[in-house]
């Protein structure tokens, strides 16, 4: 099964930017739809951003819409989440999710069957 293990997160001030990445190791990343969930203390999970196995095709929260990309760098079996314009209600815990099978629902935790451990983000003013 594939393993994904998040980077990147770090401290940021409100306006500015990080990428995060989402690297895969014991399967071919590209045979997943991949997405990005996150998660401030006290509230649940959230979803951020999904892309399909093509790459081609990728869906955002309201949220993030315009602020954030999600991309996929086959070679090296990694998905990224880039964040500009970053704000305070976007701290949170970051997890990258995958799925093998199609998904239906891609908002949806129980879609995704493999999780990282999560890389933290933390926006200040």
């Known amino acids: 099964q594939v393993q994904l293990v998040e980077s990147g997160g770090g401290l940021v001030q409100a306006g500015g930017s990080l990428r995060l990445s989402c690297a895969a190791s014991?399967?071919?990343?590209?045979?997943?739809?991949v997405g990005w969930f996150r998660q401030a203390p006290g509230k649940e999970r959230e979803f951020v951003a999904h892309?399909?196995?093509?790459?081609?095709?990728?869906f955002y929260a309201d949220s993030v819409k315009g602020r954030f990309t999600i991309s996929r760098e086959n070679v090296k079996n990694t998905v990224y989440l880039q964040m500009n314009s970053l704000k305070l209600e976007d701290t949170a815990l970051y997890y990258c999710?995958?799925?093998?099978?199609?998904?239906?629902?891609?908002?949806?935790?129980?879609?995704?069957?493999?999780w990282g451990q999560g890389t933290q983000v933390t926006v200040s003013s």
């Open positions: 999710a995958a799925s093998a099978t199609v998904i239906s629902y891609y908002t949806r935790r129980d879609e995704y069957p493999y």
């Open positions: 014991g399967r071919t990343l590209s045979n997943y739809a």
């Open positions: 892309i399909r196995r093509s790459g081609s095709i990728t």
